[in-house]
């Protein structure tokens, strides 16, 4: 049985407000409210055209339980239909979906965008992860309906959409890519130069979303070194840029290969096991300039980052992640300008 303190929930209430205020998010689509609802599990539930009309209807967000499904544990699906009435191309967009109780996949017009948990037979809840997932554009459909589908698989006490401000958001402070790379991209634990190498055979890892930490997707309490691979074609239009790989914020270290090339790193990452630095390299966000002539127009190039974890939550798992050309990526920073964050649960508990 899960027990909630009174005391966890503030602190985790408290850390996530402050977390919230350090972005500025505007609402595009609003999902609260009546949804598609289905008990069972069938893969074809995604498609964006299927008929769901003869599916029973639930409100979001709220536990299934409380919205007749009393008793029920094991798979269910949530659809929900939405327009759009902007054009959205090159806009940050994230789905906010909240606390899900336990596992999910989350699809939009049939495109999985994001996971959290494991589900059976490797079952792992991941009921106390808060759901925010990056939606790439080019899967939204600016001028008619889209489909986000929810499949969830809950094992005991209350499941489905729980709590949380269901809506499509866009970050209107964020830095706005020429390609965007989130997504889901090849994994392995463990250590092995071989890994960056261009050329390296990475048919058999696993798959991983990114941004995300590797512990709300079936990772969780891992701390050691892990691997991730991305295999992408750079546009026409890119190739004579100056460019800047961006790979947003990584728990703790890493160091970032392009093509075979190391390209940048941040922490130190010699020594076995490692006595890593402690300077709060979580924090920083990771943008590393890319040698002229590295990368290959119209071909298949390879970016592979090394990441060591020793504490808590590990690897790449906050945006954004993609290219961006040097002359844009410089602007941005020349006129960031930090948000006015509020105080910690610690400086208040502290007071």
């Known amino acids: 049985m899960r027990s909630y303190s009174i005391l966890f929930i503030l602190i985790y209430v408290l ?22 609802f289905s008990i069972g599990d069938d893969e074809n539930w995604s498609k964006p055209k299927l008929d769901d009309r ?7 967000p709220s536990a299934w339980e409380e919205e007749g499904f009393h008793g029920y544990n094991g798979y269910a699906w949530y659809r929900k239909h939405f327009l759009l009435r902007e054009d959205l191309k090159g806009k940050n967009l994230i789905l906010c979906l909240g606390r899900i109780d336990d596992v999910d996949q989350v699809f939009i017009n049939g495109n999985l965008i994001g996971a959290s948990g494991t589900f059976p037979p490797r079952y792992k809840t991941a009921y106390n992860v808060w759901r925010e997932y990056p939606v790439p554009d080019r899967f939204l459909n600016s001028s008619g309906e889209n489909i986000v589908a929810v499949r969830i698989y809950d094992a005991e006490l209350s499941g489905g959409l729980i709590e949380g401000d ?5 970050q209107v402070d964020a830095m ?12 392995a634990l463990g250590d092995d130069p071989n890994f960056k190498n261009q050329k390296f055979a990475d048919s058999s890892w696993n798959k991983l979303f990114v941004p995300g930490s590797w512990d709300s997707q079936g990772y969780s309490d891992y701390d050691g070194f892990a691997w991730y691979r991305f295999t992408f074609t750079l546009p026409g239009d890119l190739a004579d840029k100056k460019l800047v790989l961006v790979l947003g ?13 190391l390209i940048g790193s941040t922490g130190i990452m010699d020594g076995d096991p490692i006595d890593y630095d402690k300077k709060g390299e979580y924090q920083l966000s990771r943008g590393y300039y890319i040698p002229s ?28 992640v993609g290219l961006i050309e040097q002359s844009k990526y410089t602007k941005f920073w020349r006129n960031y300008k930090p948000p006015r964050m ?10």
């Not at 269901?166 to 866009?170: I, T, W």
């Not at 002539?293 to 945006?319: E, H, S, T, W």
């Open 15 to 36: 850390l996530n407000n402050n977390s919230a205020n350090a972005q500025r998010w505007e609402r595009i689509v609003n999902l609260k409210g009546v949804w598609k």
């Open 54 to 60: 003869d599916w029973e209807t639930v409100k979001a």
């Open 293 to 320: 002539g590295l990368m290959q127009p119209d071909k298949d190039n390879v970016i592979a980052v090394r990441v060591y974890d020793g504490f808590r939550i590990g690897g790449i798992y906050q945006g954004p």
């Open 342 to 351: 509020k105080k910690s649960f610690w400086d208040l508990f502290f007071e």
């Open 176 to 187: 706005h890519l020429d390609m965007n790379l989130a997504g889901q991209w090849k994994f």
């Open 166 to 170: 269901l809506g499509l958001f866009e």
């Open 249 to 261: 914020k990584i728990d703790d270290i890493d160091e970032a290969y392009l093509n075979g090339k």
